[in-house]
């Protein structure tokens, strides 16, 4: 029965997608078990739409994840059956060890484990009797991830059962061997994959030297994907969780040794991001300039902050090397380069002659970079000024605004033009750093007219 609200605005809410009105009605008191007419809980249909945040909105209210339907079946089964890592955690709810006894545990586990094994396309195959060509393509499966959709035979799943699987394990403290954990994300080399995410969050949950030991010995398997995949999860481990200093020196340690050996330029360039971002290492400089002359630019993006430990001075090697940088055909190297070497008196005017130059490039991104650069930087030559001045005609609002910004920093009274030619700032600029400086510049001219 329903606790209060009528069921059919809980029923439109579901089919609208709107999960904030879900969260809205249940607060009020609907029922979060609300059948619709076909005589399914509204948590049913959406598991069927692929709706994971109104999914995950019903079960935070109250919806029954293990209701058992007319079919025998339940959500949770049906979210198995659906194939989507995302609705599935959405409906699995916090802590289903202490709900489910052990009997529906295995059920759900078998489940799992059989779509994995027999594939998508088989089982669609097995339940619909179809021998047509399976239909697959791309879709979203959560803001962040991606995953294959499946159709035959009138059916449509998600091929996500090797991330249903490894979450569900997890779930119920069932540790596979690592190595079986990354075999099931090689099926999906794609780090945008739900399936890889979700094997990696598991081992990243899985706290233990044992299990760091076992992923990061991947890192010298000949498959350019596995070693992503460890990449992937050393980046976003130490982006979670902030480790002691013993493992912050290991993992230095071993992202320097590996920086030596990677032949590989894309994993290259992303354990440089690593090792220079999270971690510091007395080796730092002697790697960036190893890799300064790298021929692909996407490792020498990131040689500019191994040359630049705020901790450490500067060799005139290091130096020379970031010059050169500046000069460098790649525009992100160059931006790169003077990004990092920020605050170096001796290299400022090369970081703005290259900057000078970065104004001139078709992406609206490092022009507005390169005017941020200038904005700060500590040449105050009528050049830079002027170059700023110029920007104000510029057809991206927020190369302006850099502009506006540096020459407010220079209290140019071009600045009263550019307060107007950057134009209207939305709600997102409220606590804007640079729109706080037009407006104090523009405030302080009237209160200095005012007081005269």
């Known amino acids: 029965m329903n606790r209060g609200k009528e069921p059919d605005g809980l029923v439109t809410a579901v089919r609208a997608g709107d999960a904030d009105a879900v969260r809205e009605l249940l607060e009020q008191g609907a029922d979060p078990d609300t059948v619709d007419e076909s005589g399914l809980p509204v948590l049913c249909g959406a598991v069927a739409a692929y709706d994971a945040p109104v999914a995950e909105a ?12 007319p079919d025998g079946t339940t959500p949770l089964e049906r979210a198995i059956d659906g194939g989507s890592p995302a609705v599935f955690s ?9 709900r489910l006894p052990e009997a529906d545990r295995e059920r759900l586990l078998a489940l799992a484990r059989h779509w994995y094994t027999t594939g998508v396309v088989e089982e669609l195959r097995r339940r619909t009797g179809s021998s047509d060509p399976a239909t697959t393509f791309r879709v979203k499966d959560d803001e ?23 979450s569900l394990e997890w779930a119920f403290r069932i540790l596979p061997p690592v190595d079986e954990l990354i075999d099931r994300a090689m099926a999906h080399p794609d780090e945008r994959d739900a399936n890889w995410w979700a094997v990696l969050w598991t081992l990243l949950e899985r706290r233990s030297y044992e299990a760091w030991s076992a992923v990061v010995t991947h890192r010298h398997h000949p498959s350019p994907a596995r070693r992503r ?16 200093g013993y493992d912050e020196k290991k993992e230095s340690a071993f992202l320097a040794a590996w920086a030596a050996e990677e032949s590989d330029s894309e994993i290259l360039a992303k354990v440089l991001d690593a090792f220079t971002t999270n971690y510091d290492h007395p080796d730092q400089e002697a790697i960036g300039l190893r890799h ?10 990131e040689v500019p902050y191994a040359l630049s430990d705020e901790y450490v001075p500067r060799s005139p090697a290091a130096r020379e090397a970031l010059r050169a940088l500046t000069r460098d055909p790649d525009a992100e190297v160059r931006l790169a380069a003077c990004t990092a070497a920020v605050g170096d008196d001796s290299l400022l005017p090369d970081l703005t ?21 200038l904005a700060t930087s500590g040449d105050r030559s009528p050049a830079v000024a002027d170059a700023l001045a110029a920007l104000l005609d510029d057809g991206d609002q927020n190369v302006r605004l850099e502009a506006g910004y540096g020459l407010a920093k220079r209290d140019d009274p071009r600045t009263a033009d550019a307060i107007e030619r950057v134009g209207p700032l939305g709600d997102q600029h409220v606590d ?12 302080e001219k009237k209160q200095a007219a005012a007081d005269q």
């Open 58 to 69: 019903l079960v935070e209210g109250g919806a029954d994840p293990d209701r058992v339907l």
């Open 90 to 98: 959405a409906v699995l709810g916090k802590e289903p060890r202490l």
């Open 144 to 166: 962040y991830h991606e995953i294959d959709q499946v159709s035959l035979g009138g059916l449509v799943v998600r091929a996500g059962h090797a991330g249903i699987l490894t």
């Open 229 to 244: 995949f460890v990449m992937d999860y050393l980046r976003v481990r130490a982006l979670m969780w902030t480790g002691n």
């Open 292 to 301: 300064a002359a790298h021929p692909d630019p996407r490792v020498r993006r």
């Open 353 to 373: 002659r290259a900057l000078l130059l970065l104004l001139e490039e078709p992406d609206a991104s490092v022009r507005s970079a390169a005017a941020a650069g």
């Open 432 to 443: 804007d750093h640079r729109a706080s400086a037009l407006w104090r510049w523009e405030w």
